[in-house]
Protein backbone atom coordinates (compact mmCIF):
# COMPACT_ATOMS: atom_id res chain seq x y z
CA UNK A 1 0.00 0.00 0.00
CA UNK A 2 1.65 3.29 -0.82
CA UNK A 3 -1.29 5.65 0.35
CA UNK A 4 -2.28 5.73 3.81
CA UNK A 5 -5.84 6.10 3.15
CA UNK A 6 -7.42 2.59 2.12
CA UNK A 7 -10.11 4.20 0.02
CA UNK A 8 -7.81 6.64 -1.75
CA UNK A 9 -5.32 3.11 -2.40
CA UNK A 10 -9.02 1.76 -3.26
CA UNK A 11 -9.37 3.99 -6.22
CA UNK A 12 -5.96 4.37 -7.24
CA UNK A 13 -6.49 0.77 -7.80
CA UNK A 14 -9.70 1.33 -9.84
CA UNK A 15 -8.29 4.00 -12.23
CA UNK A 16 -5.45 1.45 -12.69
CA UNK A 17 -8.00 -0.85 -14.15
CA UNK A 18 -8.44 1.44 -17.30
CA UNK A 19 -6.98 1.38 -20.61
CA UNK A 20 -3.88 3.57 -21.37
CA UNK A 21 -3.87 4.85 -16.95
CA UNK A 22 -0.95 3.39 -15.24
CA UNK A 23 -0.02 3.80 -11.50
CA UNK A 24 1.43 7.28 -11.90
CA UNK A 25 -1.46 8.59 -13.57
CA UNK A 26 -3.99 6.72 -11.36
CA UNK A 27 -2.61 8.40 -8.69
CA UNK A 28 -2.83 11.76 -10.03
CA UNK A 29 -6.26 11.42 -10.91
CA UNK A 30 -6.92 10.03 -7.20
CA UNK A 31 -5.37 13.30 -5.76
CA UNK A 32 -7.29 15.04 -8.29
CA UNK A 33 -10.72 13.77 -7.25
CA UNK A 34 -9.87 13.93 -3.45
CA UNK A 35 -9.46 18.13 -4.24
CA UNK A 36 -12.86 18.46 -6.27
CA UNK A 37 -16.13 19.49 -4.59
CA UNK A 38 -18.38 16.80 -3.71
CA UNK A 39 -20.90 17.60 -5.94
CA UNK A 40 -18.33 17.07 -8.89
CA UNK A 41 -17.70 13.68 -7.60
CA UNK A 42 -21.42 12.67 -7.33
CA UNK A 43 -21.79 14.23 -10.87
CA UNK A 44 -18.72 11.89 -11.91
CA UNK A 45 -19.89 8.81 -10.15
CA UNK A 46 -23.73 9.44 -11.81
CA UNK A 47 -22.24 9.25 -15.05
CA UNK A 48 -20.15 6.18 -14.97
CA UNK A 49 -23.25 4.10 -13.28
CA UNK A 50 -25.35 6.19 -16.28
CA UNK A 51 -23.31 4.40 -18.73
CA UNK A 52 -24.20 1.30 -17.20
CA UNK A 53 -27.82 1.35 -16.59
CA UNK A 54 -29.00 3.45 -19.84
CA UNK A 55 -26.71 2.47 -22.58
CA UNK A 56 -27.84 0.08 -24.87
CA UNK A 57 -26.79 -1.67 -28.09
CA UNK A 58 -28.66 0.22 -30.57
CA UNK A 59 -30.38 -3.09 -32.47
CA UNK A 60 -29.76 -1.80 -36.15
CA UNK A 61 -26.08 -0.80 -35.70
CA UNK A 62 -24.99 -2.14 -32.78
CA UNK A 63 -23.88 1.75 -31.72
CA UNK A 64 -23.95 2.68 -28.30
CA UNK A 65 -27.46 4.98 -27.77
CA UNK A 66 -30.12 6.10 -25.11
CA UNK A 67 -32.74 5.41 -27.42
CA UNK A 68 -33.77 2.62 -29.95
CA UNK A 69 -33.25 2.40 -32.48
CA UNK A 70 -30.07 4.98 -32.33
CA UNK A 71 -30.64 8.84 -33.59
CA UNK A 72 -28.48 7.90 -36.38
CA UNK A 73 -30.69 4.73 -37.46
CA UNK A 74 -33.86 6.71 -36.41
CA UNK A 75 -32.61 9.85 -38.57
CA UNK A 76 -34.43 10.08 -42.10
CA UNK A 77 -31.53 12.27 -43.27
CA UNK A 78 -29.50 9.75 -43.78
CA UNK A 79 -29.07 7.31 -46.65
CA UNK A 80 -29.65 3.75 -45.26
CA UNK A 81 -28.42 1.80 -48.03
CA UNK A 82 -24.61 3.32 -47.63
CA UNK A 83 -23.00 1.63 -44.14
CA UNK A 84 -19.66 2.54 -43.40
CA UNK A 85 -18.62 -0.84 -40.85
CA UNK A 86 -16.07 0.33 -38.42
CA UNK A 87 -14.70 -1.76 -35.06
CA UNK A 88 -15.91 0.22 -32.27
CA UNK A 89 -18.79 3.34 -31.61
CA UNK A 90 -15.68 5.47 -30.77
CA UNK A 91 -15.22 5.43 -34.91
CA UNK A 92 -18.75 6.44 -35.21
CA UNK A 93 -17.87 9.66 -33.76
CA UNK A 94 -15.03 10.04 -35.99
CA UNK A 95 -16.55 9.69 -38.97
CA UNK A 96 -19.01 11.80 -37.42
CA UNK A 97 -16.62 14.67 -36.84
CA UNK A 98 -15.94 14.93 -40.09
CA UNK A 99 -19.42 15.78 -41.06
CA UNK A 100 -19.14 14.05 -44.91
CA UNK A 101 -20.78 11.01 -44.14
CA UNK A 102 -24.69 10.31 -44.70
CA UNK A 103 -25.16 6.98 -44.61
CA UNK A 104 -25.05 4.62 -41.49
CA UNK A 105 -23.11 2.42 -39.63
CA UNK A 106 -22.40 -1.15 -38.60
CA UNK A 107 -20.28 -1.62 -35.50
CA UNK A 108 -18.36 -5.02 -34.82
CA UNK A 109 -17.41 -4.47 -31.59
CA UNK A 110 -13.45 -4.98 -31.99
CA UNK A 111 -11.65 -7.21 -34.87
CA UNK A 112 -10.51 -9.85 -35.65
CA UNK A 113 -7.35 -11.26 -33.73
CA UNK A 114 -6.18 -14.39 -33.47
CA UNK A 115 -4.04 -13.62 -31.07
CA UNK A 116 -6.43 -12.25 -28.57
CA UNK A 117 -8.89 -15.20 -29.29
CA UNK A 118 -11.35 -12.96 -30.83
CA UNK A 119 -13.07 -14.43 -34.04
CA UNK A 120 -15.80 -13.32 -36.02
CA UNK A 121 -18.39 -14.82 -33.91
CA UNK A 122 -16.80 -12.39 -30.93
CA UNK A 123 -18.23 -9.63 -33.05
CA UNK A 124 -21.62 -8.30 -34.86
CA UNK A 125 -20.49 -9.85 -38.24
CA UNK A 126 -23.74 -12.44 -38.39
CA UNK A 127 -25.88 -9.45 -37.54
CA UNK A 128 -24.20 -7.33 -40.54
CA UNK A 129 -24.26 -10.58 -42.35
CA UNK A 130 -28.38 -10.72 -41.68
CA UNK A 131 -28.44 -6.80 -42.16
CA UNK A 132 -27.66 -7.35 -46.03
CA UNK A 133 -29.29 -10.30 -46.68
CA UNK A 134 -32.77 -8.93 -45.40
CA UNK A 135 -32.18 -5.96 -47.44
CA UNK A 136 -31.14 -7.57 -50.88
CA UNK A 137 -33.16 -10.80 -50.78
CA UNK A 138 -36.81 -9.22 -49.79
CA UNK A 139 -39.31 -8.02 -52.66
CA UNK A 140 -39.80 -4.49 -52.71
CA UNK A 141 -43.20 -4.83 -50.73
CA UNK A 142 -42.25 -7.53 -48.59
CA UNK A 143 -38.77 -5.44 -47.41
CA UNK A 144 -40.78 -2.82 -46.43
CA UNK A 145 -42.91 -4.21 -44.50
CA UNK A 146 -39.89 -6.13 -42.34
CA UNK A 147 -38.18 -2.70 -42.40
CA UNK A 148 -41.31 -0.62 -41.42
CA UNK A 149 -40.50 1.48 -44.09
CA UNK A 150 -43.00 2.57 -47.10
CA UNK A 151 -42.24 0.04 -50.34
CA UNK A 152 -40.23 1.78 -52.34
CA UNK A 153 -38.07 3.74 -49.78
CA UNK A 154 -36.82 0.24 -48.16
CA UNK A 155 -33.10 0.79 -47.58
CA UNK A 156 -31.72 -1.34 -50.07
CA UNK A 157 -28.37 -1.47 -48.90
CA UNK A 158 -26.06 -0.14 -52.08
CA UNK A 159 -22.78 -0.03 -50.49
CA UNK A 160 -20.98 -1.33 -48.01
CA UNK A 161 -17.75 0.33 -46.36
CA UNK A 162 -15.35 -1.18 -44.55
CA UNK A 163 -13.74 1.14 -42.59
CA UNK A 164 -11.32 -1.22 -40.14
CA UNK A 165 -8.30 0.40 -38.48
CA UNK A 166 -5.41 0.33 -40.86
CA UNK A 167 -3.91 -2.33 -38.82
CA UNK A 168 -3.07 -6.38 -39.03
CA UNK A 169 -6.61 -6.81 -37.22
CA UNK A 170 -8.04 -4.55 -39.19
CA UNK A 171 -7.28 -6.05 -42.77
CA UNK A 172 -7.64 -9.55 -41.45
CA UNK A 173 -11.17 -8.62 -40.45
CA UNK A 174 -11.88 -6.14 -43.97
CA UNK A 175 -10.81 -8.81 -45.70
CA UNK A 176 -13.07 -11.60 -43.80
CA UNK A 177 -15.79 -9.38 -43.79
CA UNK A 178 -15.58 -8.90 -48.18
CA UNK A 179 -15.21 -12.90 -48.39
CA UNK A 180 -18.27 -13.44 -46.59
CA UNK A 181 -20.03 -10.42 -48.51
CA UNK A 182 -19.18 -11.04 -51.63
CA UNK A 183 -22.02 -13.81 -52.11
CA UNK A 184 -24.78 -11.11 -51.78
CA UNK A 185 -23.07 -8.65 -54.71
CA UNK A 186 -23.49 -5.74 -52.99
CA UNK A 187 -20.40 -3.65 -53.58
CA UNK A 188 -18.01 -3.30 -50.76
CA UNK A 189 -15.36 -0.30 -50.95
CA UNK A 190 -12.77 0.29 -48.39
CA UNK A 191 -11.08 3.70 -47.06
CA UNK A 192 -8.03 4.20 -49.26
CA UNK A 193 -4.84 4.22 -47.65
CA UNK A 194 -2.99 7.50 -46.16
CA UNK A 195 -4.55 6.51 -42.64
CA UNK A 196 -1.49 6.17 -40.56
CA UNK A 197 -0.35 2.58 -40.50
CA UNK A 198 -0.77 0.71 -37.45
CA UNK A 199 -2.82 3.41 -36.76
CA UNK A 200 -6.39 3.91 -35.14
CA UNK A 201 -9.40 5.83 -36.74
CA UNK A 202 -10.16 7.42 -33.69
CA UNK A 203 -7.41 9.24 -33.41
CA UNK A 204 -6.77 10.34 -37.19
CA UNK A 205 -8.00 14.20 -38.14
CA UNK A 206 -11.00 15.07 -39.65
CA UNK A 207 -9.45 16.06 -42.81
CA UNK A 208 -7.56 12.85 -42.85
CA UNK A 209 -10.70 10.64 -42.39
CA UNK A 210 -12.63 12.55 -44.62
CA UNK A 211 -9.82 12.10 -47.65
CA UNK A 212 -10.06 8.49 -46.99
CA UNK A 213 -13.86 8.27 -47.52
CA UNK A 214 -13.92 10.34 -50.38
CA UNK A 215 -10.75 8.24 -51.98
CA UNK A 216 -12.29 4.60 -51.08
CA UNK A 217 -12.33 1.75 -53.59
CA UNK A 218 -13.85 -1.19 -54.09
CA UNK A 219 -12.73 -4.45 -52.74
ZN1 LIG B 1 -28.28 2.41 -34.91
Redesign the pocket.
Known amino acids: MQFTSESVEALVEQFTKLPTIGRKTAQRLASYVLKMHREEVVELAKALIAVKDKVRF?P??Y?V?DTL??P??ASARRDPGMVCVVEEANDVMAFERTGDFHGVYHVLGGAISPLDNIGPEDLHVRELLARVTRTLALPGEVRARATGFEEGEAPLIHEVILAMNPNVEGDTTAHYLSMMLKPFNVPVTRLARGLPIGGDLEYADEATLARALEGRSSM
Open positions: CICNTPCIC
